[in-house]
């Protein structure tokens, strides 16, 4: 025997005592000999690849057929190896599953591509499911090696594997497969979000270890004196559906229950539910924290007991409890019950396999499949969860909205475009004009009529019908958003009319940094808050007006119309060319100020540009500006840095964490800890729980840059901090 199959043979003797050996042996040698010259990009021989694939199906328990496939299954695609030889060397089932994962392999993943592809899987699989298995087990080889691949080719993968690989994975019950998947691609394609989820699982790994263990014995020890065999041990972490879970369920870090996990295994069904009233004898379940997948298996034949106890410490513990039969095929899925041929079905409630209802799922894609003429549509079918709660409707075109259960034409419009939304007037269902708050039904198409009018807008009586958060908040975005617009001009106007009272330079008072400093200070976020705030009537516009000229030095400073402020340092009452730390070849006496469009400090390459009447303005070289400023090379002149004591810079810098509670609060605890005066600071989160904050802030030493940067890095959640090259990023 070949001293390369050894540790297939291993598994396969493991998983798949009745494996023929020598049909798999002559697999490989037939597989070797086609790829003899061909070398993978990380340099390895070619057949390092169909081996690697073959193995990860033995660890599964595939059947002789499978490995045979697996380790054929890019000759004929990459090798002379032509089909119809294969099927006389191998016979017709390996033929096949083989020319359907060429099949898949050969198109092109653009988007409709990608859908195509699938379509072409799904065709394939319903003939011999296997064949999505090797294809499964193929991405996860390519993932594991995918260093060696350029960054977009890496990308590309890592997004299909998170699309559509893993879905797939998971629909199929194969969960070390999906996890695993699903890990590689996170990591591939945020690495810096990656790494710092991993560090907080690291971080608090010893004291959950040990939390953990007391677990595991109090739940193994009822359970002996109970009189059930059981194995208790703690869940593996995966980082990705901590991710996931982080955002889905818009919680922080430390309230996932799920990072505490216990798995408890046992002989029967009747121990499973004699094993979760033991548990539930010792801690009080958590209400509405009970599934019972053995009674009602998932459409991807998973079954277990879920619950989650108030365990040690009152901290919430979530145990899974299932058969070992259970747990195998919650592992490896369909890949499981390889007795292909004699047992295909879903589990019933005794845990026993029910012939013929086996992946009611794949058939229903199927269904799809031959109905759907487009094939994103298809793909957007094979994405959604297959769930009761809601229901999934089509656009004129084909396109597939999902939509909790119960919804209207109304959160059809809105899930389509918000304009849409507020527009809609009228709305046709399967070809017949419907009221707005009729029931919509899985499978109907529907089509909006909208308003041509620029004044059309949503009514305040949709909010009483519909269903999906999306429409409900757009709805009352809008109404909030009518009553603001109103608000600001009221408030913009009252400040304009209190001034011009007082005879005061509007045009200085009103920029945008005097206003800017004053609503900050009167803790509005912004000045168009600032101005909602007057036009409501929660402050008088005198009172800004006169909180605005006491800011600036009362009235006398106030009628000095300045038409340009340099650094915002200045209304802290520096001296007007206060130590810019530049001075001009030729000229030490000129006015100098740095500009905030690019912030420069010492160590920065820079130019110097005359400004009329402003003296000399202070740019880095690299300022997106510099290249308008050299159309006037007279204008230029040369400076050089020159700090003294008393000079002061400014430096944005942005922050990119995972979003949690206090989050904010601990990086600028954190910058003030560091010694540096914070002007502005913006925060927006996007959906999937990364916060991006950009600060403004001064600093005399530049040098000190690096500590400031790296203590930021410190806090929890943060995975990415840099300097930006200006105030506005």
Not at 423 to 450: K, M, W, Y
Request: charged fraction near 25%; proline fraction near 5%; include cysteine.
């Amino acid at each position: 025997m070949n001293p390369v199959l050894e540790p297939l043979f291993r598994t396969v003797r493991a998983t798949h005592p009745k494996a023929d050996l020598r049909l798999i042996e002559r697999a490989y040698d037939v597989a070797a000999y086609h790829h003899r010259d061909q070398k993978r990009k990380s340099g390895d021989p070619y057949i390092t690849h169909p081996l690697a694939v073959a193995t990860i199906l033995a660890e599964l328990g595939t059947d002789d057929e499978t490995l045979c496939a697996a380790l054929l299954h890019d000759t004929v695609e990459d090798t002379a190896y032509s089909l119809d030889e294969l099927r006389g060397d191998f016979g017709d089932t390996i033929g096949s599953l083989v020319d359907g994962v060429t099949k898949l392999d050969k198109v092109k993943f653009g988007d409709a591509a990608q859908a195509e592809t699938v379509r072409k899987m799904v065709v394939a699989m319903s003939r011999d499911i296997r064949v999505l298995i090797i294809k499964l087990a193929d991405r996860l080889h390519n993932m594991r090696t995918m260093r060696y691949l350029p960054e977009h080719k890496r990308h590309q993968k890592s997004r299909e594997t998170l699309e559509i690989f893993a879905p797939l994975a998971h629909r199929l019950g194969m969960n070390t497969i999906k996890w695993e998947l699903e890990d590689l691609a996170f990591a591939m394609l945020y690495p810096k979000r990656y790494d710092e989820i991993a560090r907080m699982v690291s971080e608090r790994a010893p004291r959950r270890d040990l939390f953990l263990q007391e677990v595991i014995e109090k739940v193994s020890g009822d359970l002996r004196e109970a009189k059930i065999r059981a194995v208790v041990k703690g869940r593996p972490k995966h980082y990705y559906s901590v991710y996931q879970k982080m955002i889905a369920r818009d919680v922080a870090f430390d309230d996932i229950y799920d990072l505490v996990g216990i798995r408890v295994l046992v002989d029967s069904v009747r121990d499973c539910y004699a094993a979760l009233g033991t548990i539930h004898a010792r801690w009080n379940p958590v209400p509405g924290r009970f599934k019972d997948y053995i009674a009602m298996p998932k459409f991807n034949m998973y079954q277990s007991l879920h619950t989650t106890v108030i365990g040690p410490e009152g901290k919430p513990v979530e145990l899974q409890i299932r058969t070992h039969a259970m747990h195998h095929r919650a592992e490896y899925g369909v890949a499981a019950h390889w007795k292909y041929k004699e047992e295909v079905g879903t589990p019933g409630p005794t845990g026993k396999v029910k012939p013929g209802s086996d992946m009611a799922w794949l058939r229903q894609l199927l269904d799809w499949q031959k109905e759907t003429s487009d094939p994103g549509e298809f793909l957007e079918s094979l994405r959604f969860d297959l769930s009761v709660s809601e229901v999934y409707v089509f656009t004129p075109k084909g396109q597939v909205i999902a939509l909790p259960e119960g919804a209207t034409p109304v959160d059809f419009a809105y899930a389509v475009h918000t304009e849409v939304g507020h527009r809609c007037i009228g709305a046709r269902v399967n070809g017949r004009l419907v009221p707005l708050e009729s029931r919509l039904g899985n499978g109907d198409t529907v089509e909006i009529f909208t308003s041509k009018s620029p004044d059309a807008g949503p009514s305040r009586d949709w909010l009483k019908f519909v269903k999906s958060g999306r429409a409900r908040n757009k709805i009352r975005q809008w109404f909030s958003k009518e009553r603001r617009e109103t608000a600001i001009e009221a408030g913009k106007e009252a400040i304009g009319r209190a001034m011009r009272k007082q005879g005061l330079p509007l045009q200085r008072l009103m920029s945008g940094e005097a206003l800017l400093a004053l609503a900050r200070d009167l803790r509005y976020p912004d000045v168009s808050a600032l101005y909602a705030a007057v036009g409501e009537g929660h402050i008088a516009a005198q009172a800004v007006v006169q909180k605005l000229v006491a800011s600036i030095g009362g009235v006398d400073s106030a009628e000095e119309d300045i038409a340009e402020t340099s650094l915002p340092t200045r209304l802290r009452g520096r001296p007007r060319g206060g130590g810019a730390g530049v001075v001009v070849a030729g000229d030490a006496d000129v006015w100098v100020r740095l500009s905030k469009c690019c912030t420069p400090v010492p160590g920065d390459e820079i130019v110097g540009f005359v400004t009329r009447g402003h003296g000399v303005s202070v740019h880095r070289a690299d300022c997106t500006n510099v290249q308008q400023l050299k159309s006037q090379p007279d204008r230029l002149v040369e400076v050089s840095w020159s700090p003294s004591d008393d000079s002061v810079f400014l430096v944005a810098i942005q922050v990119e964490a995972l979003d949690r509670p206090r989050l904010l609060s601990d990086v600028t605890r954190t910058l003030s800890d560091q010694h540096v005066n914070i002007l502005s600071a913006s925060v927006t989160t996007s959906r999937d729980r990364v916060a991006i904050s950009k600060f403004t802030f001064e600093m005399g030493d530049p040098k000190h840059l690096g500590h400031v940067l790296k203590a930021v890095r410190s806090i929890q959640g943060v995975f990415d901090v840099y300097r930006v090259s200006g105030a506005g990023g």
